[in-house]
């Protein structure tokens, strides 16, 4: 994702220096910042999950600015795996799977706990740790 964004960020950055009609800078400089957005959320962004006094906290947080979600432990029904990013094979490279671990409310909405887990077996134990740990609160 880093080399993508160099890539559309270097061309965005030719196309304002030859002077190419605007729509072109526009579209490549739309498509640069949101791969920005991508690439600051993956290296610069960490999540901690903390389970005690029958509360689950999920603190997220961007260059050490944290975002916190408290969730009752009654209220968690499940901690599920869900595919998040997908690499496809390439002649050189294996099909990867990268996957989060949200949180189960009981109305159906999710807190996600977790991101970007590249093993599966990783991500199972680290939910059923968390289930555990939500089950002993």
């Given at each position: ?15 304002i ?16 910042a ?49 595919i ?54």
């Open positions: 994702m880093t080399f993508f964004f160099l890539l559309f960020a270097g061309i965005t950055g030719a196309l220096y030859f002077d190419v009609a605007w729509i072109f800078e526009i579209g490549f400089g739309f498509f640069s949101l791969m920005l957005i991508f690439v600051v959320d993956l290296w610069f962004t960490s999540t901690r999950v903390v389970i005690e006094d029958g509360k689950v906290r999920v603190i997220r947080s961007t260059f050490g600015i944290p975002r916190t979600t408290t969730i009752p432990c009654s209220d968690v029904t499940d901690v599920k795996l869900k998040g990013m997908q690499q496809q094979q390439t002649m050189t490279q294996d099909a990867k799977a990268y996957y989060d671990l949200p949180i189960v409310r009981k109305n159906g909405k999710e807190v996600t706990a977790g991101s970007s887990v590249r093993d599966k077996r990783e991500a199972e134990w680290l939910a059923e740790q968390m289930l555990l740990q939500i089950a002993s609160s």
